[in-house]
C-alpha cells in the first residue's frame, strides 16, 4: 500500500556550501562576462562568454544543486539516480545561461532583450533542477505543490534577469563581489523553493531502483569541477597579466 513519507533535504552546513559555491560560480562569471564586455572581436567576446556560462550555469547553479541534493533522502528507502539525467541537466544549466548571455552580450542591448534572456534561461534553470529531479530513482513517485513550483520558476527568472544585468553595469570589485553575493541567494533559494514542492510517496510493490548512488557521483563530479574552476581562474588571471602588460 501506498503511503506519503516526508523527505529531508538537507541541513544548515549543506545549505551553506551551496550557497558558497553558488556565490563563487557566480563571482567567477561575473569576472569572465567583465571580460567579455572590454575585448573587441567578436571570436573573444564569444569565448568569455562561453565561460561566463560554464561558471554561472556549470558551477554557480549546476553544481550548486548538486551539492544541495546530497542532502536529500527519503526515510527507509534507498535512492539512486540516473546518471544520464544527471549529467544532461549539467549541459542544461550550461546552454540556456549561455544562450541567455549571448542575448545580452553579442547583440545590441535592449531592456526588451535583457527580459526575454532572464525569461529564456530562468525557465532554463528551472526546467534543469525538475531534470535533475526526475534522475532520481527509489520505491515511489515523487509529486510537487504547483504553487511552489511556480515560485521557483519566478525566483529562477528574477535571478537570471538580475545576473544579466550586473554583467552590464557591475564595474567595481565592491559591486561584484556585491552582485555575486546576491546572486548566491537567489540561486540557492530557487533551489529550496523547488524543494519545498517536493512529496515523496512510497511504494513497496515497485522493483528496486537502478542507477548511481549519489556519493558514487561525488568524485568524478568535483573533480571536473574544480578542473573547470581552476582553469578559469588560470585564464581570468593570465589575460589580465597580458592585458597589464600590453603597452597603451
Not at 39 to 66: C, D
Not at 226 to 238: M, S
Request: glycine share 10%; with cysteine.
Amino acid at each position: 500500500m501506498n503511503h506519503e513519507l516526508m523527505h529531508s533535504s538537507g541541513d544548515v552546513s549543506t545549505l551553506v556550501i551551496a550557497y558558497v559555491v553558488a556565490v563563487i560560480g557566480s563571482l567567477i562569471g561575473l569576472a569572465c562576462m567583465a571580460r567579455a564586455r572590454t575585448e573587441t572581436q567578436r571570436s573573444a567576446k564569444v569565448r568569455w562568454t562561453v565561460f561566463g556560462a560554464l561558471a554561472i550555469g556549470g558551477i554557480g547553479i549546476w553544481l550548486m544543486h548538486f551539492i544541495a541534493m546530497l542532502g536529500f533522502d527519503v526515510p527507509g528507502a534507498t535512492v539512486k539516480y540516473s546518471a544520464p539525467l544527471t549529467a544532461l541537466s549539467a549541459v542544461v544549466a550550461v546552454a540556456v545561461v549561455g544562450l541567455g548571455l549571448s542575448l545580452v552580450t553579442l547583440v545590441r542591448f535592449t531592456r526588451m532583450r535583457l527580459l526575454l534572456a532572464g525569461a529564456l534561461a530562468g525557465l532554463g534553470v528551472a526546467g534543469m533542477h525538475y531534470l535533475g529531479m526526475s534522475a532520481i530513482r527509489f520505491k515511489g513517485e515523487i509529486g510537487y505543490d504547483p504553487a511552489l513550483v511556480a515560485a521557483s520558476c519566478a525566483i529562477a527568472v528574477v535571478a537570471a534577469t538580475a545576473a544579466f544585468w550586473f554583467t552590464l553595469v557591475v564595474k567595481t570589485t565592491q559591486a561584484t563581489a556585491a552582485a555575486g553575493l546576491i546572486m548566491g541567494v537567489a540561486v540557492t533559494g530557487m533551489h529550496y523553493t523547488g524543494m519545498a514542492a517536493v512529496s515523496v510517496t512510497s511504494d513497496p510493490t515497485l522493483p528496486a531502483p537502478q542507477g548511481t548512488t549519489v556519493f558514487d557521483l561525488v568524485f568524478p563530479v568535483f573533480v571536473i569541477s574544480g578542473l573547470i574552476v581552476a582553469a578559469l581562474l588560470w585564464l581570468l588571471f593570465t589575460s589580465s597579466e597580458e592585458a597589464v602588460g600590453e603597452p597603451a
